[in-house]
């Protein structure tokens, strides 16, 4: 095979990725065309498994499988089979087909009772678009889906429902200390430190170069560096298959007086952080005391052409505005790390919960990782929507998730049956799904319902989720409280829900007290952002408003915990010292990046059932949604069948605009955007993201005509 054909080869490599993640039911078939193909290839004198892996969607490790030359020497053996696959449940989930779960047999459930709907039969049900619904042809969601996990009956899943011990959030006894900070520009070279700016020379940029351009402009040391602009670790990235691969290979460069942090003190955060988009560099200095970060300030806001003066100004209001609530409040490296921090400093010194809120089971936390979605995203596409569109308008919910922590579970979970429900009253079993739950449920979607669908169901795929919404469907899964609230009293049509299985607690409010003193602080940055007369600086309050806003909704997220990665890299001179149990991500002439799944931490603040409520109240939210003074509701389920074009977290995209109340409160749907029509119906994300940008746009145009 000479180079022509071998680039040809990957090119139709590629067409065959594309046409696997298109069409499932011709999985089998396309995958063997694909390993051939990959073995052809490798029959190359230059085949290099790097080039192989994205052309044919897969990893590095499933590449070696299936032709181990392309593997370094020594290690051919060693990825005979994709770690990941292999990898062990955290401890006592039962998987499809092991020994702890229950049998694939139908289980008798708890019928549940429908709530009497809280307004009356709306608009939704005389669709101009209703005929648009595709015919009952969907298959039952169970025979195409993961499984998901179930409690194990008896003793066994007994023991799930208690605290790991001697592991609680407390309050902190000590003060978190500030860093010393600098803003950089890595393409124009401007450095921000306090009140002062330079011009700094970088070269290519390399951390290495970064490292030695700031500690000789700032001598007496800085200990953390936030990239405004300029995504430096992304330089190489047409050298590498995967961006992930450019940003470990930056990370990892050598670096002529420094090596990688391990850590210091309270801090335990050592070593890179490789992550596509913002990743995180920590360094340590090799004959010296200075350990500093680079991050990107991406992760607080989206800094759009804005110097890096203008976003210390952002955290320099940030931090004044935090300390109005928190005396010793300290701005972290993350919104979530900051999040969190703060967060430990409101736990209670009287009353219940003055020693800590205790830490689930590690079965429990494993349970709703693997059965607790975040946000909804859902692209709905022809004949399900029209193919072209009267106009798209986009609603977000501002500031969403603030709506939601009002009401957490607390205190020792009690394991609810679908035996234990059925022997409940009415009012009791009404009171326990008003409550803060978690439920294994099958679902049945009513004949005659054409809108879209409200519970999230398990789709192919590691952590996927869609939402069935074809009348007479059947399907099994785990939902919130507020989700199946909304299935059992929309103003449409009640569906049915047969109780399997529930882990039910106590109401409690341990993120009210966090949440409000944030939400008071994202008011008043946002309320300076709208009046300040100068720009500058109504600019930063507007961008310390939305860090406020990364500090909640990350540090809930940072609740949820999920097992850990670990990321490493051996030099190819000592291949033989890659754990046995990790994957190969990526590896040059150097050296070799791995990744090992580790399970879960001992993480004191680990708290997945607080995530979990806060993101089942966010997805019902947006199907309904009642506003109280203004005797309306909104969301999804207020506009008519066939309206509905997409879902994206806090986000809804109608055919139409919707008159529901904007008194720009948290939860509230703001229109972003508004695209007159006609408009062809997206039917890919890309195509969805262009729509939303062309809306916002022509909104803002709009309103500045006015």
């Known amino acids: ?409 607390v205190g020792t979970p009690r394991r609810v049956t679908a035996q234990t429900f059925a022997t409940w009253s009415e009012k009791e079993q009404m009171r326990a799904l008003y409550g803060c739950g978690h439920w294994q449920v099958r679902v049945t979607i009513p004949d005659t319902w054409n809108h879209v669908g409200i519970l999230p169901a398990p789709a192919p795929g590691e952590r996927a989720w869609h939402y069935p919404s074809t009348p007479g469907t059947t399907f099994t899964t785990w939902a919130g409280g507020p989700e199946i609230h909304t299935a059992l009293s929309n103003s449409i049509q009640p569906w049915k829900i047969e109780i399997l299985d529930g882990i039910l607690w106590d109401d409690g409010k341990p993120l009210d007290d966090w949440a409000k003193k944030l939400k008071e602080t994202w008011t008043n940055l946002t309320a300076q952002a709208h009046f300040h007369g100068a720009t500058e600086q109504a600019r930063a309050a507007h961008l310390a408003s939305r860090a406020v806003r990364a500090i909640l909704l990350y540090g809930i997220g940072s609740f949820a915990q999920r097992p850990r990665m670990v990321t490493g890299t051996t030099p190819r001179t000592h291949e033989s010292d890659v754990p046995a149990d990790a994957e190969i991500i990526g590896f040059d002439d150097a050296q070799i990046t791995w990744q090992k799944p580790t399970g879960f931490s001992r993480d004191p603040n680990a708290h997945p059932e607080w995530a979990a409520a806060i993101w089942s109240g966010a997805r019902a939210a947006l199907l309904t949604q009642r506003h109280r003074d203004d005797n309306t509701h909104a969301g999804a389920l207020h506009t008519p069948p066939g309206s509905v074009i997409a879902f994206r977290t806090d986000a809804l995209y109608l055919t139409g605009p919707e008159p529901w109340p904007y008194h720009h409160q948290p939860g509230d749907y703001l229109r972003k955007g508004h695209l007159p029509g006609p408009v062809t119906a997206p039917t890919t994300e890309e195509e969805l993201l262009a729509l939303r940008d062309a809306g916002r746009t022509a909104l803002a145009q709009s309103a500045g005509e006015v």
């Open 1 to 409: 095979m000479d180079a022509h054909k071998y680039t040809a080869a990957l090119a139709d490599l590629r067409g065959v990725r594309d046409e696997i993640k298109k069409t499932r039911a011709t999985l089998a078939r396309l995958e063997a065309q694909r390993d051939k193909q990959v073995g052809l290839l490798a029959g190359h004198d230059k085949a290099k498994a790097e080039r192989i892996a994205p052309a044919a969607g897969l990893s590095l490790a499933e590449v070696v499988a299936l032709v181990p030359a392309l593997a370094p020497a020594g290690l051919a053996a060693a990825q005979e089979t994709p770690p990941a696959e292999n990898a062990p449940p955290p401890a006592g989930l039962d998987r499809p087909g092991g020994g702890t779960g229950r049998p694939a047999v139908e289980t008798p459930g708890a019928a549940a009772p429908a709530m009497t709907a809280p307004v009356p039969q709306t608009r939704a049900a005389q669709a101009p678009h209703a005929e648009a619904r595709p015919p009952a042809a969907e298959a039952p969601v169970e025979g195409v889906s993961r499984v998901l996990p179930s409690i194990p009956d008896g003793a066994a899943g007994q023991n799930w429902f208690a605290h790991t011990a001697n592991l609680a959030s407390q309050r902190p006894n000590f003060t978190q200390q500030a860093r010393s900070t600098v803003f950089l520009d890595t393409t124009t070279g401007v450095l921000v430190h306090r009140q002062q700016t330079h011009h700094l020379s970088l070269g290519a940029a390399t951390a290495a170069e970064i490292l030695t351009a700031v500690f000789h402009t700032v001598p007496e040391g800085v200990e953390r560096i936030y990239v405004t602009a300029g995504d430096p670790w992304h330089r190489d990235a047409d050298r590498y298959p995967y961006l992930r691969d450019a940003v470990a290979a930056w990370l990892n460069a050598p670096a002529p007086g420094w090596r990688t942090d391990t850590g210091r003190g309270r801090d335990r955060m050592a070593g890179h952080f490789v992550h596509a988009r913002h990743p995180v560099g920590r360094y340590q200095q090799e004959n010296g005391e200075a350990h500093v970060e680079i991050r990107s300030v991406g992760e607080w806001f989206d800094a759009d052409g804005d110097t890096p003066a203008t976003v210390r100004d952002a955290f320099v209001l940030l931090w004044q505005a935090l300390r109005r609530h928190w005396p010793d409040a300290v701005v972290m490296g993350s919104p979530s790390q900051t999040g969190r921090d703060l967060w430990t400093r409101t736990i209670p010194t009287r009353g219940q919960y003055a020693e800590g809120y205790p830490v689930l089971s590690e079965e429990l936390r494993g349970l709703l990782h693997e059965t607790a979605g975040q946000g909804r995203t859902e692209l709905l596409t022809p004949p399900q929507v029209p193919e072209q569109l009267p106009q798209l308008v986009e609603y977000d919910r501002t500031f969403a998730y603030a709506k939601h922590t009002w009401k957490s579970p």
